[in-house]
Structures are given as structure tokens and as C-alpha cells.
């Protein structure tokens, strides 16, 4: 148990309410032991049906990890770094493989971490106040916490888009890609939550009946653009592609694809190749763990976080500064296998 959130059971409902509203509820690694403690115990509980995450008050739902902690640790040995990803996974993987079901309520800002703890859940409620995204290639990371896994699995290339330009989309958007399950008006949510914790083993029925047409989303409308122009898992193929279509929103692509990080993007499209393959979600995680104990070392996480979230210039200069310049061997090394006994591993008890 920490401060920073809260783990109780509510009439047969697992809660796990995120409490750092200052923060808007980014993870820190206290938060994610509390989270696993709690389900390794619910887990084999007969007396809890189900699992609910929401966020306390304040704008929500989760605007990430504690990327301030993962910074300062970059700077000096990445020991901490190392150890607040390896336990941030092993929370994702047991939210994947959970054998109860749960519902996350993605009322608000769902970022980075936040996208780590809401795609596992079965039930993934959005609302008109849903912002998602997975902006890591602004700040020189990757998009982790199962990125590698969800985002191509998207339709067409929505994934490819959405972990290169750090595209910012809602609710309406959520439920057209299939990231959330359903659409509901953010005032009928107390409502919804009240219901299940009354009849838990209605859960998935309660949810059907409370639920709201979502309105047109504007992936859906630009969505033949998405898949044309953003097609190749080649970074220079697609710049070429949205150059010689020249439309405005080409164009605006390209301008916001000159703010990131060269290097993240290629991480970004190689990690969404292979995870597209893989058929075990552990296994992406052991990938996602190399390329973080890798890119953390690298100049642009420490610049970009300087850039975005220190000084506030929003001015990065990368390293390396082009496309061209992150050459194949850069990227196969942040692909690269860890020592022996320095690799990821899932929870022990992970299969509950």
C-alpha cells in the first residue's frame, strides 16, 4: 500500500484507484509493487469477481511513468531506471494474463504507463474526456509498458502513425481502432462503477447497457491516408511517401515528425515489426526491456526530457540530428541482448 494510490475490495471489486493528482497519476515504482501485491493476493481470492482501475481526483486517467525518476537515473548509473522498468513490465504482464476479468475507466489523460494499464484490461472504457497517446518519440524513449505488442495490432497502420508522431486522439477514436470496448459520457461514470460494485457478475452486461454511440472519430475519416502514407516500416519511405503527397495534412505530418527523435522512430517502427510477430507477450516485454536498458544510455532520452519536460524549450537537439544518420548497426545494437542474469522475467506467480 503507498499514498500514491490506493488497493481495496468493494463488494466483491478489486479496486485500484491511482492517487498522485499533481502528477496526473504517473506511475512510480511504489505504485506498480502496490499494483502487483494486489493482484498476486485477489488472484486467489474467491471472494473478488473482478477488477476495476480508475484514478482519485483531479484530471486522469494516468499521464504516464515517473519519467523524472527514469531521467535523473539515465544521468548517473541507470540502476534505478533498470529497476523501475523491469517492475512497471512485470505489472503489465500480469495485467495481460489476469484470469479475472477487469475494467479500466480511461476518463482522461491515458499516456505512456497509462497505456500500460488500461490496454490489458478486458473492459476499456472511454469518454469525452479520453486523451490517448504514446508521445515517446518526443522525449527520445520508445513506446514500451506493451507498445511493441498493442500498436500493431491496431487496424491498418494506425499503430505505425500513433508511435511515430505521438498523435494525440480521443474517446471517439479509442473505441473506432478497438482500444477501448466502449464509449460513455463522462457523467454516467460514477454511475457505472456504483452498478458493477453492486452486481459484479453483471460487469460485462452493465457495461453494454450504459454505454453511448461514440461520436465520428477523426482517425476513421483520415484513415485511408494513415494506411497509404504511413505503409513502410521504413522511416525514409514514409517521409518520402508524405512528401510527395503534399497535402496539408502530409505536410503537417512531416513538421511534426522533424520534432522527434530520429532514432526513436526507428526503434519505434522495428519494435512494432517485431512485436507483430511475436505470440507471447512476455516475450515482447523481454524485447521492450533490452531496447529500454539500452535507450536510456543513449544522448536523446536525457536531452529530450530535458527539451519537453525540464526546461521546457521544446528545442531537443538530437544524436543523431537525421534519419540517415541512425544507421542499422545504432539500432540493432538497442536491440541487443542483455548480459546473463540482467534480462526481464515475468512475476513469478505471473500465471494467476
Not at 51 to 80: Q, T
Not at 129 to 147: C, K, N, S, Y
Not at 166 to 180: E, N, S
Not at 210 to 226: E, G, K, T
Request: charged letters at 25%.
Amino acid at each position: 500500500m503507498t499514498d500514491q494510490l490506493t488497493t481495496f475490495i468493494d463488494n466483491g471489486v478489486g479496486r485500484i484507484r491511482l492517487n498522485r493528482p499533481k502528477a496526473i497519476h504517473a506511475l512510480t515504482p511504489e505504485m506498480c509493487h502496490a499494483i502487483i501485491d494486489a493482484l498476486a493476493a485477489w488472484a486467489k481470492d474467491d471472494q473478488v469477481a473482478a477488477v476495476m482501475i480508475d484514478h482519485a481526483e483531479g484530471r486522469g486517467f494516468c499521464a504516464g511513468g515517473d519519467i523524472a525518476l527514469i531521467a535523473s537515473s539515465a544521468k548517473d548509473d541507470c540502476a534505478e531506471a533498470e529497476r523501475f522498468f523491469h517492475v512497471e513490465y512485470r505489472m503489465n504482464h500480469m495485467l495481460f494474463g489476469y484470469g479475472k476479468p477487469i475494467v479500466t475507466f480511461m476518463d482522461g489523460i491515458v499516456m505512456g504507463g497509462g497505456v500500460g494499464i488500461s490496454l490489458p484490461a478486458r473492459y476499456r472504457v472511454a469518454t469525452e474526456r479520453t486523451t490517448f497517446a504514446m508521445p515517446e518519440t518526443g522525449i527520445g524513449l520508445f513506446p514500451d509498458v506493451g507498445g511493441g505488442w498493442y500498436l500493431p495490432r491496431l487496424p491498418g497502420r494506425a499503430g505505425a502513425w500513433l508511435a511515430t508522431t505521438g498523435a494525440r486522439i480521443k474517446g471517439a477514436d479509442c473505441v473506432a481502432m478497438g482500444i477501448a470496448t466502449h464509449y460513455m459520457t463522462s457523467d454516467k461514470i460514477e454511475a457505472a462503477k456504483a452498478r458493477i460494485i453492486a452486481e459484479p457478475s453483471r460487469l460485462s452486461d452493465i457495461l453494454d447497457e450504459m454505454a453511448d454511440d461514440a461520436p465520428p472519430s477523426q482517425w476513421s475519416a483520415r484513415r485511408a491516408d494513415i494506411d497509404r502514407l504511413f505503409a513502410s516500416d521504413r522511416y525514409e519511405d514514409i517521409l518520402a511517401a508524405l512528401d510527395a503527397d503534399g497535402s496539408p495534412w502530409a505536410r503537417e505530418q512531416l513538421v511534426i515528425l522533424a520534432s522527434k527523435s530520429p532514432q526513436t522512430v526507428k526503434v519505434a517502427l522495428r519494435q512494432l515489426a517485431e512485436g507483430a510477430d511475436f505470440t507471447d507477450f512476455a516475450d515482447n516485454m523481454r524485447n521492450e526491456y533490452r531496447i529500454a536498458c539500452h535507450v536510456i544510455r543513449r544522448p536523446d532520452f536525457v536531452e529530450g526530457v530535458r527539451a519537453v519536460i525540464f526546461d521546457k524549450d521544446n528545442a531537443p537537439r538530437w544524436n543523431p540530428a537525421t534519419p540517415q544518420d541512425v544507421t542499422h548497426d545504432l539500432v540493432d545494437s538497442l536491440f541487443a541482448p542483455l548480459p546473463p542474469g540482467k534480462e526481464w522475467t515475468p512475476y513469478p506467480q505471473s500465471g494467476v
